[in-house]
């Protein structure tokens, strides 16, 4: 019997059964979820949260067991999809009052942070005579939104299927350190929440980090990190028509036809953040207690999602090739989170 098929069975997964192989996984990453609950109860890991302790067991499971494959469909559901329907639902916290003036500010700040992050990410890299795919690949998941960003810009680049999931995984790892250092380092900090949540915002690499780091500057903080990561989200678009436009003026027989997906939960955030803040309550009644409700399986999507994050970073993964690369990413996103530390 294959090892496939025996990790099959110790799911009880049959391979015909690709639904129940789907439920299995979004359920995975809910138990891991869980296990970071209990495992934040414990003082010392109180002080860092629900969030930060469920990533952290997903990456060490996924270094010491891995996970059978027939189950990554779930557990990728549960990093982007459910990930996606918790930043909508977490539009109902944002005040609008309380950020509306910023929000542009933010959007020049997040084009600021993206050049940065691009042009040191690349410029160090020849520095260091690091692969220049994979490092631009960095600096564009650093600048913008992580592996999202990877994804997009990769087929416009023609980059090899191993430099994206090279990038992807330090992307994720980096990320993940980032996040859980600015939980430890917040109550040291003399930021207000909403400042700590520009920065935030601004700084860090997957919206899934934002959300991590963000939390512990309570609603109105991580509603304005929310804000100022989903500007940059948003300008990935016409960041991908940059590129394209560059591509075909460097190489005029070049014809890429790749679609770039238009950041629709960021409308649903702006959405419902309008109705939160200007009909739930004011004009349609809204007890706090389904507000309350909401909130509680928001955090539990966003906890599930950081699971399905940390199930997709693999240390194995970073060999040789990334080490220069790596670096270069890592002294970009040290310097952004200083200098954008300055100005928010």
Same mark, same amino acid.
């Given at each position: 019997?294959?090892?496939?098929?025996?990790?099959?069975?110790?799911?009880?997964? %049959?391979?015909?059964? %690709?639904?129940?192989?789907?439920?299995?996984?979004?359920?995975?990453?809910?138990?891991?979820?869980?296990?970071?609950?209990?495992?934040?109860?414990?003082?010392?890991?109180?002080?860092?949260?629900?969030?930060?302790?469920?990533?952290?067991?997903?990456?060490?499971?996924?270094?010491?067991?891995?996970?059978?494959?027939?189950?990554?469909?779930?557990?990728?559901?549960?990093?982007?999809?459910?990930?996606?329907?918790?930043?909508?639902?977490?539009?109902?916290?944002?005040?609008?009052?309380?950020?509306?003036?910023?929000?542009?500010?933010?959007?020049?700040?997040?084009?600021?942070?993206?050049?940065?992050?691009?042009?040191?990410?690349?410029?160090?890299?020849?520095?260091?005579?690091?692969?220049?795919?994979?490092?631009?690949?960095?600096?564009?998941?650093?600048?913008?939104?992580?592996?999202?960003?990877?994804?997009?810009?990769?087929?416009?680049?023609?980059?090899?299927?191993?430099?994206?999931?090279?990038?992807?995984?330090?992307?994720?790892?980096?990320?993940?350190?980032?996040?859980?250092?600015?939980?430890?380092?917040?109550?040291?900090?003399?930021?207000?929440?909403?400042?700590?949540?520009?920065?935030?915002?601004?700084?860090?690499?997957?919206?899934?980090?934002?959300?991590?780091?963000?939390?512990?500057?309570?609603?109105?903080?991580?509603?304005?990190?929310?804000?100022?990561?989903?500007?940059?989200?948003?300008?990935?678009? %016409?960041?991908?028509?940059?590129?394209?436009?560059?591509?075909?003026?460097?190489?005029?027989?070049?014809?890429?036809?790749?679609?770039?997906?238009?950041?629709?939960?960021?409308?649903?955030?702006?959405?419902?953040?309008?109705?939160?803040?200007?009909?739930?309550?004011?004009?349609?009644?809204?007890?706090?207690?389904?507000?309350?409700?909401?909130?509680?399986?928001?955090?539990?999507?966003?906890?599930?999602?950081?699971?399905?994050?940390?199930?997709?970073?693999?240390?194995?993964?970073?060999?040789?090739?990334?080490?220069?690369?790596?670096?270069?990413?890592?002294?970009?996103?040290?310097?952004?989170?200083?200098?954008?530390?300055?100005?928010?």
């Amino acid at each position: 019997m294959s090892t496939y098929q025996n990790k099959l069975n110790r799911f009880n997964l %049959p391979p015909s059964s %690709p639904e129940i192989a789907w439920l299995g996984g979004v359920a995975f990453t809910f138990l891991l979820a869980f296990v970071g609950y209990l495992l934040a109860q414990v003082p010392g890991f109180d002080q860092i949260g629900q969030l930060a302790c469920a990533i952290i067991i997903a990456v060490f499971y996924r270094q010491i067991f891995s996970y059978p494959s027939a189950i990554r469909s779930g557990i990728t559901f549960s990093s982007k999809r459910l990930l996606r329907v918790a930043i909508i639902l977490y539009g109902l916290k944002l005040n609008i009052d309380t950020v509306l003036s910023d929000g542009l500010w933010l959007l020049v700040r997040d084009i600021g942070v993206i050049t940065f992050a691009i042009l040191m990410t690349i410029w160090l890299a020849k520095r260091f005579k690091a692969d220049q795919t994979i490092s631009l690949l960095l600096g564009v998941g650093t600048g913008v939104c992580g592996a999202a960003a990877i994804a997009a810009i990769a087929p416009i680049i023609k980059a090899k299927d191993e430099d994206t999931a090279i990038g992807v995984g330090i992307i994720a790892l980096m990320g993940t350190i980032f996040a859980i250092s600015y939980t430890i380092i917040r109550p040291f900090l003399p930021l207000d929440d909403i400042e700590y949540g520009m920065w935030v915002g601004i700084s860090l690499h997957e919206i899934a980090h934002v959300a991590l780091a963000g939390a512990p500057a309570g609603e109105d903080g991580l509603a304005v990190a929310l804000l100022g990561k989903l500007g940059r989200v948003f300008l990935l678009v %016409p960041l991908c028509f940059i590129f394209i436009f560059m591509m075909k003026r460097k190489n005029k027989d070049l014809k890429t036809t790749a679609k770039v997906e238009f950041p629709w939960f960021l409308l649903g955030f702006i959405s419902l953040s309008i109705l939160g803040s200007y009909v739930f309550g004011p004009v349609i009644p809204f007890p706090d207690a389904l507000r309350d409700f909401v909130s509680t399986w928001t955090t539990w999507l966003l906890a599930a999602a950081m699971v399905g994050l940390g199930l997709n970073v693999s240390l194995r993964d970073l060999r040789e090739r990334a080490l220069l690369p790596l670096a270069a990413m890592t002294i970009t996103s040290i310097l952004l989170s200083i200098l954008t530390y300055f100005i928010v």
